[in-house]
């Protein structure tokens, strides 16, 4: 109890200290704010390598233009010297040079997917296998909650979790096999995503489902290669989304990038299929809202489809924030500038219409609004 009481002093400190931090949403000399440049970069989030902003100066300046919308963070970009001040120093270093408030994302469900770790000063998380199995909800809120203050106060305000995939399949490498899915009874799942979204939310943390429209019965990890799951694959993995859209518990979502025949008959990973996106999710599920990638670099997209392709279809298919994480392939590929200058290439060519960026712009401008992130007017 004394470990976690210092943990929520130093998470006051900071949260309060966040909260004086100076505005940001300026807009740069060069572009306009419902200019197609502007619209373009808020549709891109990569990551970098650096432990502090001043060590990209590339990057910042990619900001400072908007040919980026955000960064996300993992644990190559924590200071082990100083976690805490490092990490702090490094967003607000982004936020005031962004013409627009970044996303500033980070995979933190908890667990073996955790970036901010015990060895770094960080409060202790645990699996959302272990609160399933529990299943008490005050648990799964406590950690919640020491997770979404701890996000507030480094100046992180998206984190990719909860995770809705079911854990139907117990061999599954990537998300049973890693205590990542709470039950295999959809329920459940959708019992304590809730709690964690609306634990976020309190400390105005945007949160995003994944893996849609379901990862939890696959036997392949789409990190390392293809992942098909036409045979196994059920519609009860889509009912944890159901349930929570119904109810407007869901800030965002993030795709998976698994095969499903079913849903597709031109097998395309969910990431690039227009059916899954659009027809699925928009049409049948009734969902208008943020829809992020999963990682853009994971080999069972960069192994099989160019760039930009893998691009083009996805834009296409309706995601609204495209993540390239950098951690398999060269910055100097997949910078926020170059994917910037692919997806005006693609608009020039009449391959990605200005209506489709404007849609998402769109949705994630009311987004960033939405938690006060002091975006200009839609």
């Known amino acids: 109890m004394k470990n976690i009481n210092n943990y929520l002093s130093i998470l006051c400190t900071l ?33 970098f390598h650096g432990k502090t902003a001043d060590a990209d100066t590339a990057l910042l300046n990619d900001i400072n233009k908007g040919y980026v919308g955000g960064v996300i963070l993992y644990e190559k970009n924590i200071s ?13 270093t982004m936020q005031k040079a962004a013409s627009i408030p970044l996303w500033i994302a980070i995979d933190q469900e908890g667990g ?141 979502i993030m795709t998976a990038h698994i095969i499903n025949g079913r849903l597709d008959s031109l097998e395309l990973p969910a990431t690039l299929s227009h059916a899954v996106i659009n027809g699925l999710l928009r049409n049948e599920l009734g969902y208008d809202g943020v829809v992020f990638s999963d990682d853009m670099h994971m080999r069972a997209i960069s192994d099989h489809y160019g ?10 298919a309706g995601v ?14 997949s910078g926020a500038r170059n994917i910037h200058l692919i997806i005006r290439s693609l608009i020039n060519e009449g391959s990605v219409g200005e209506d489709r960026i404007r849609e998402s712009y769109q949705r994630i401008i009311r987004l960033k609004n939405r938690y006060s992130l002091h975006v200009t007017p839609e």
């Open 15 to 47: 949260i309060s200290s966040l909260l004086t931090l100076p505005a940001t949403g300026r807009q740069p000399e060069t572009m306009r704010a419902d200019s197609l440049e502007i619209m373009i970069g808020q549709m891109i989030m990569v990551g």
């Open 80 to 92: 082990a010297s100083k976690p805490w001040r490092g990490l702090k120093n490094l967003t607000f």
């Open 112 to 252: 073996r997917i955790n970036r901010l770790k015990i060895k770094y000063g960080f409060p202790p998380s645990v699996t959302a296998e272990y609160l399933g199995n529990i299943d008490n909800p005050d648990s799964t809120r406590y950690y919640a909650d020491l997770t979404a203050a701890t996000l507030a106060g480094l100046g992180i305000n998206v984190n990719f979790a909860p995770v809705a995939d079911l854990a139907a399949n117990a061999a599954n490498p990537i998300i049973a096999g890693k205590g990542r899915a709470y039950s295999a009874d959809p329920s459940v799942v959708a019992r304590h995503a809730v709690v964690v979204v609306g634990s976020h939310r309190n400390f105005r943390i945007v949160t995003s489902l994944k893996h849609f429209p379901g990862h939890g019965s696959s036997t392949d990890d789409t990190h390392m290669g293809m992942a098909d799951v036409t045979a196994v694959w059920t519609p009860d993995e889509l009912i944890p989304y159901q349930i929570m859209i119904q109810a407007g518990k869901v800030d965002a």
């Open 307 to 316: 760039l930009k392709t893998a691009i083009k279809l996805s834009i296409n």
């Open 320 to 333: 609204d924030v495209l993540l390239f994480s950098n951690n398999l392939a060269p910055e100097d590929e």
